[in-house]
């Protein structure tokens, strides 16, 4: 089914509720919202020829626009590929060329660097920006009856993969990919009511857009921060002001909203549920939430390759200090969610006993159709009907699952293997670490050794030697680094990800 008749049924259902939101201004009810996102379609038909299946690439910062855009893809049976606005245009161009997309909405302050680029490309590609009088022609052509009909495998979503170690796969997700991962979020994650308001303030083109798919079944509200981004006081007033706030936010989000909550005395009233992940959450951090927030923290494990939807750690587990093990548990990514399997196995594929750490390898049907145009990478993902998620982690009796690191991030000193995380969580302890990375160097005789690089608080003073003695007091001697070395900040992608290539590359030339 097409996933704007989602959107139809709403605007039919509760014509007049508000549906997009920039702060506290409503932009559009859901009348207005289904309408524009019709006309857009036939815009996008009439005017620029696009068939089921062509892709269409959206290149642009947060904005009520986004939606109108997402939706008018989707009306038109066409395939939506949002990029990271973060992205230099010239990378952009390089998403929009490998995905054959047709048409790319940007904005004004981008639109001069695109056009230039996307003439050289090797499929032809119209740029159009949402503030030019052409969007808003657009929008007067009139509204398309009906969504196209699209099947349950017709391509959807083609999310680009951030690319650390090297160009960015196209993840390729159906229609029934995003069904599945939206229904598992309300039987896993939460529920949605009309009342709510979801707030973008993590990238749309990137996990917090899909949160879009429960918020508009359930008729509620689109929140766009007058900031167009993650700023926690603005999300901290927006919280008192319109109420019933869900928000996706990364681990370094989540640490900067509570450093936020803290200075203004506020327990994050208005904010119902933060979803956190898209990277490790320390323990001390996840602590920290909840004294300040209360149960409102729930995380989800997933990945592009399989959306949201591979573990979930509700908020009552979060929050919940009376299990003999609950800081094991708090630790963990949680419990498989209902619509996928979870193993963890050797490199052959066996499954391994509980709490024994392997590679963690999901199947079910949110697990992505392939890659686009890569049948080498999809085969070494997908493997039996198993995604191999890259990423390393155990699973206790219970069924809890706990991440160690990427695969490749593992180091092996004294052919003995030593997780990144397991030594960033000691330091992190440290009451003058701020921020820690860890990885390995090439050593002759050992293999490798533990780099751990590592931000120290404002104003304070760190010694290796104080660092040590504290790894030392709190770890297994073959564990603590054997270098330290200090940054003002981590390198970090255009996610907020740590750039651990980055780090490693940094000793090869020092």
């Known amino acids: ?103 790319v909405f940007t904005s004004a302050n981008q639109l001069s660097a695109m056009q230039p680029l996307t003439a050289g490309l090797v499929e032809p590609c119209q740029t159009i920006s949402v503030d030019d009088p052409g969007f808003a022609d657009l929008r007067n052509h009139a509204p398309m009856v009906e969504p196209l009909e699209r099947s349950y495998d017709d391509l959807a979503w083609l999310f680009y993969t951030s690319g650390t170690t090297g160009r960015p796969k196209g993840v390729m997700l159906s229609n029934g990919n995003l069904h599945t991962m939206t229904f598992c979020y309300f039987v896993d994650v939460d529920e949605v009511y009309a009342s709510d308001a979801a707030l973008y303030a993590a990238p749309m083109s990137h996990g917090a857009g899909t949160y879009n798919f429960m918020h508009v079944l359930r008729g509620a509200k689109h929140v766009i921060p007058e900031s167009s981004g993650f700023n926690p006081s603005e999300i901290l007033e927006l919280g008192r002001t319109i109420g019933g706030i869900s928000m996706f936010a990364a681990p370094t989000m989540v640490r900067r909203l509570v450093v936020q909550a803290r200075a203004e005395k506020s327990d994050g009233e208005g904010l119902r549920t933060i979803v956190y992940g898209g990277g ?82 999901v199947r079910g049907e949110p697990v992505m159709r392939g890659y686009w145009r890569n049948e080498e990478a999809t085969r070494e993902a997908i493997r039996d009907g198993w995604l191999w998620t890259g990423d390393v982690g155990m699973m206790d009796e219970d069924g809890f699952v706990t991440l160690s690191d990427r695969s490749k991030d593992v180091i092996i000193s004294g052919g003995t293997n030593i997780y990144p995380r397991e030594v960033e969580e000691v330091l992190l302890n440290h009451p003058s670490v701020v921020e820690v990375s860890v990885v390995g160097r090439p050593n002759e005789e050992w293999g490798e050794d533990v ?60």
């Not at 209902?338 to 196995?345: D, G, L, N, P, R």
């Open 1 to 103: 089914m097409n996933l704007a008749k989602w959107l139809c049924r709403t605007a039919r259902r509760c014509p007049d509720a508000p549906a997009l939101l920039r702060g506290t201004n409503v932009v559009a009810t859901y009348s207005g919202f289904a309408e524009a996102a019709a006309r857009l379609a036939t815009g996008l038909v009439d005017r620029h020829g696009i068939e089921p299946g062509d892709r269409v690439a959206l290149f642009m910062a947060n904005r009520t626009e986004y939606l109108e855009v997402l939706y008018a893809v989707w009306f038109a049976g066409a395939v939506a590929v949002p990029i990271n606005y973060k992205l230099h245009p010239k990378e952009a161009c390089w998403i929009a060329d490998n995905a054959g997309a047709k048409v």
């Open 280 to 361: 490790p959450m320390y323990l001390a951090d996840i602590e920290e939430g909840v004294d300040v927030f209360g149960p409102r923290l729930v995380q989800i494990y997933g990945q592009g390759e399989c959306p949201m939807t591979i573990t979930a750690l509700s908020r009552d587990l979060v929050a919940d200090r009376s299990h003999p093990r609950w800081r094991e548990r708090v630790g963990s990514v949680g419990l498989a969610q209902s619509c996928v399997e979870v193993q963890i196995v050797d490199k052959d594929g066996a499954t391994l006993p509980a709490n024994e750490k392997g590679d963690i390898v």
């Open 451 to 510: 780099v751990a690089f590592v931000v120290a608080k404002s104003g304070s003073e760190l010694h290796e030697a104080e660092l040590d003695q504290f790894c030392t007091d709190n770890m297994a001697r073959f564990k603590r680094p054997k270098l330290y070395v200090f940054l003002s900040a981590l390198p970090k992608n255009n996610y907020g990800k740590v750039m651990k290539t980055e780090l490693r590359l940094r000793l090869e030339g020092s």
